[in-house]
């Protein structure tokens, strides 16, 4: 399960890193890691701060 999860956040990435570096260029691998690390952090974060995030949202209607 685990396993599916990493290449679901990597293939992201992957397509995101797309968006900025030719994958045949040298720091593809790193770049690619960069934005996994910073999708996970996004991902994080809204899971941690999901009750906060979904009350201020019911209170700005």
């Not at 790193?30 to 999708?39: D, G, P, R, S």
């Not at 979904?54 to 700005?60: A, I, K, L």
Request: glycine fraction near 4%.
């Amino acid at each position: 399960m685990l396993s599916w999860l990493i290449r679901l956040l990597l293939a992201l990435a992957g397509v995101i890193t797309a968006w900025f570096v030719a994958e045949d260029a040298s720091n593809f691998g790193l770049v690619q890691t960069i934005v996994a690390i910073m999708l996970v952090v996004i991902f994080l974060g809204a899971a941690i701060f999901w009750q906060t995030l979904r009350d201020r949202m019911r209170s700005r209607r």
